[in-house]
């Protein structure tokens, strides 16, 4: 079983300070993913990444995937109280039905 | 609207009772796959199917079984549920098996067995 691990798993922080979110494995994923979930709600993504090495930007969002393929972040640049949420990363392999989840990172953002 | 639509949304239910959680979406999406979340242990994948009549086994699918007999439903069956089995389920579908489609998401049936 491929394993994800996600750090920190809570994290309380004041409106406009910045953030980073951790997602590592031992494993190689073909692609990995990362979602938001609010409370009472289905995940809802928010990026894919597929290649080693590879940045992608999301507003004040930054996500990047490891070049070996094993781990990535989100960088949360002056969050903001609606960026409070469940942060999912998940990683998957290319035509494989299998997807592995993280445990989560629980943010708050306090006004 | 594209959705995944799970129902029901809330069930409380007895030890032994046979259930069965429907999923179904409008997208004409290949591949869906059934998650439980519980606290601290994100989603667990309990079974996904790559197509029609193709199924398969996620890591915690012990004491579940699912069906594919059409594109757009994806029903888990929980036989005889057991308290363990008491979680919030997610129902999920994407284009293609492939890792770079979006997954959407149903909004959650909590079900409580007692």
């Known amino acids: 079983t491929q394993l994800l691990e996600q750090s920190p798993q809570f994290l309380s922080i004041q409106e406009g300070e910045n953030l980073t979110v951790y997602c590592n494995s031992s494993?190689?994923?073909?692609?990995l993913q990362w979602y938001r979930q609010e409370p009472g709600e289905g995940p809802v993504l928010l990026v894919t990444?597929?290649?080693?090495?590879e940045v992608k930007k999301l507003k004040r969002l930054t996500f990047q995937f490891g070049d070996a393929r094993k781990d990535s972040s989100l960088h949360i640049t002056a969050a903001q109280p609606g960026d409070t949420g469940l942060y999912l990363c998940?990683?998957?392999?290319?035509?494989?039905?299998?997807?592995?989840f993280g445990d989560g990172t629980t943010l708050t953002v306090k006004p | 609207e594209a959705q995944v639509t799970q129902n029901p949304r809330y069930l409380i239910t007895v030890t032994g009772k046979k259930l069965t959680v429907t999923c179904s979406q409008n997208?004409?999406?290949?591949?869906m796959s059934w998650y439980r979340q519980d606290p601290g242990l994100g989603l667990r994948q309990i079974y996904y199917?790559?197509?029609?009549?193709?199924?398969d086994k996620g890591d915690v699918p012990e004491g579940y079984k699912v069906s594919r007999k059409e594109k757009r439903n994806f029903p888990l069956i929980l036989e005889s549920p057991s308290p363990n089995q008491t979680s919030l389920y997610f129902c999920?579908?994407?284009?293609?098996?492939?890792?770079?489609?979006?997954?959407?998401f149903g909004q959650g049936t909590r079900l409580t067995v007692v």
């Open positions: 199917s790559m197509n029609v009549e193709v199924t």
């Open positions: 999920a579908s994407s284009l293609t098996p492939r890792g770079d489609t979006e997954a959407f």
């Open positions: 494993s190689v994923f073909s692609s």
């Open positions: 998940a990683g998957r392999n290319t035509n494989a039905g299998k997807s592995t």
């Open positions: 990444v597929v290649t080693g090495g």
């Open positions: 997208m004409n999406h290949e591949y």
